[in-house]
């Protein structure tokens, strides 16, 4: 499918250019009920919030990729993917050598995994380098109007509720955040995922276009193995 041509954003310096070629997303595995009710919610409106609460392996990454390279061919919104620099609850991004994208790299493991899963490496590369795929730690957003853009915010539980609050508002009307994290893995004690899950859990929100899902242990996709590991830990 080619992408329309569209104006640049305020925050980018770029023209999206009108694409030379077809670009098709490889998907090898069938979505259940539940994530194709998340595909439509992410691709029937304009903008809005998704959030998706799950334990590992319920394919919150592979979901929200691919919900936003579907946007992206048929709307033209760039994608924007943002998550916690936080390898571990004592270790920074700062401790790593080398500049910002250099540092941020092994951080970018799970999209460039799934990207290479969805694409092919040419279409990956010209994708990154008109800055139609872009991958951002989250501490260098503040000030920044995300206009015509699709927004992944990856490892949620990962991140401050001041964090949160920044990245939901620099929204502009026609943005689309994807919101993803699991609760049992957060690496910080001050994280605010829990807090946006119970504040936009409410029919006002949805109204809003702020929707909401919970992926259970009974979604997980990955192996019976990890669907026996999750289970154990949410024995009392």
Known sequence: MHMAKKNASKDSSFEIPQMEKNI??????KLTAKQTKILKAILSSEGGVIIIDG???????????????????????????????????TRRIGHLPGNLDEKFFPFTGPLDDK???????????????????????????RGRDWK??????????????????TAMTRASIDTKIIMCGDLMQSDIKD??????????????????????????KNDILRSPLVKFIVSKFQQK
């Not at 098709?24 to 595995?29: E, L, M, S």
């Not at 853009?149 to 490892?155: G, L, M």
């Open 191 to 216: 994280g605010g995922f829990e807090e946006i899950c119970e504040k936009f859990a409410d029919k006002e929100s949805k109204n809003m276009g702020i929707h909401q899902f919970t992926f259970t």
């Open 115 to 141: 990207l290479e899963e969805f694409l092919e490496p040419m279409d990956i590369k010209y994708l990154k380098e008109n800055l139609l795929i872009e991958a951002r730690p989250i501490n260098y957003i």
């Open 24 to 29: 098709h997303i490889n998907r090898k595995h």
């Open 55 to 89: 334990p590992a392996g319920t394919s919150k990454t592979y979901l929200a990729l691919y919900s936003a390279l579907q946007d992206m061919l048929n709307t033209g919104r760039p994608i924007m993917y943002l998550r916690s620099v936080v390898e571990s609850s």
């Open 148 to 165: 015509s853009k699709i927004v992944i915010i990856d490892e949620a539980q990962n991140l401050t509720r001041e964090e949160l609050l």
